[in-house]
T-cell receptor
Framework: GENVEQHPSTLSVQEGDSAVIKCTYS??????FPWYKQELGKRPQLIID?????GEKKDQRIAVTLNKTAKHFSLHITETQPEDSAVYFC???????????FGGGTRLMVKP | EAQVTQNPRYLITVTGKKLTVTCSQN?????MSWYRQDPGLGLRQIYY???????DKGDVPEGYKVSRKEKRNFPLILESPSPNQTSLYFC???????????FGPGTRLTVT
């Protein structure tokens, strides 16, 4: 099955700085890569996703890049704000397209 | 309001006492799934269902059962809970695995 590794497990940045979270996946046939944000005590919510036919996608301060050859994808958050503090999860879909495998999560702390 | 509901939200039980966690969605989604969340391990899929009467194992199905008799409901059954099933459980629904997953509020289960 699919295996997704996520780094770093914790990340602390100063408000206004950029944050980058990286994930690698094992199944070269994977074609869908979402990112979820989970605030403390809340449910995970989708913030951005990318499909394998594009290399980059942006939504305001958030961007995701995908390198299919290297089998890795990254989340970039620019101009971080305290409300960006949360746990972020990457995921990849299996080659059968039936289930998502999530990474272990990154706890992002944005210091004011 | 479009939503996924789970009940109960909190449950403390003893080893071996059968329990059911209910999950219901009102978005007419075909795809539903159950995850458990443990520190450092991210979200791990227990079971998923592509449609009514169609269920399949995820990455960690041992000790769990599910059923999908109606489109809106996807209960998780623990026939004989053990302490290693102490975890935070999330139900999710979507139009498919490669679309946005809508998570329920979570059920925190403690097995003593």
């Amino acid at each position: 099955g699919e295996n997704v590794e996520q780094h770093p497990s914790t990340l602390s940045v100063q408000e206004g700085d950029s944050a980058v979270i990286k994930c690698t996946y094992s199944d070269s046939a994977s074609n869908y890569f979402p990112w979820y944000k989970q605030e403390l005590g809340k449910r995970p919510q989708l913030i951005i996703d990318i499909r394998s036919n594009v290399g980059e996608k942006k939504d305001q301060r958030i961007a995701v890049t995908l390198n299919k050859t290297a089998k890795h994808f990254s989340l970039h958050i620019t101009e971080t704000q305290p409300e960006d503090s949360a746990v972020y999860f990457c995921a990849a879909i299996d080659n059968a397209g039936n289930m998502l495998t999530f990474g272990g999560g990154t706890r992002l702390m944005v210091k004011p | 309001e479009a939503q996924v509901t789970q009940n109960p939200r909190y449950l403390i039980t003893v080893t071996g006492k059968k329990l059911t966690v209910t999950c219901s969605q009102n978005m007419n989604h075909e795809y539903m799934s159950w995850y458990r969340q443990d520190p450092g391990l991210g979200l791990r899929q227990i079971y998923y269902s592509m449609n009514v009467e169609v269920t399949d194992k995820g990455d960690v199905p041992e000790g769990y059962k599910v059923s999908r008799k109606e489109k809106r409901n996807f209960p998780l059954i623990l026939e004989s809970p053990s302490p290693n099933q102490t975890s935070l459980y999330f139900c999710a629904s979507s139009g498919g695995p490669s679309y946005e997953q809508y998570f329920g509020p979570g059920t925190r289960l403690t097995v003593t």
